[in-house]
């Protein structure tokens, strides 16, 4: 079963600020929660990083990695799996700048998992995780800018 979830956000930061903290992929594990590990693996380029991202939750962890491709010039990061434990995982972030100072944040993740198992446990905290992730980012925005 496909899980879709989205977030609308204005946030008081300039836009290409968090677009950085956004894309700052090795920094994840420092600040996001059940980020056990990250690291950019591969950078073919100045648009595309692959990253290995490492979770864990209640003595469950896994490791998977995903395509970022990052378009500076429209605000967008785009994560596609490229292999773990998800049948999909695409999640795309949208920031524009909305005044001086001041961007609005979209945020949508839709994914299904492999294992049903896996569905049954981490599907039904899944969209908890994805509003503690943005606040997370939203925190580390307040630290570093």
Known sequence: MVRQYSEVKELPFAAADLFEIIADVDSYADFLPWCVAS??????????????????????????ASRVSLDRSEGTIDTCQESGPFRYLRSKWYILEAAKNTSV???????????????????????TAARKMI????????ARI
């Open 135 to 142: 606040s997370a980012f939203e925190k580390r925005a307040s």
């Open 39 to 64: 690291r950019v693996r591969e950078k073919p380029n100045d648009v595309t990083l692959i990253a290995d991202l490492k979770i864990g939750y209640r003595g469950f962890t896994e490791t998977f």
């Open 105 to 127: 944040v979209h945020f949508e993740i839709e994914f299904e998992f492999k294992s049903v198992l896996l569905e049954t446990m981490m599907g039904v905290v899944f969209e």
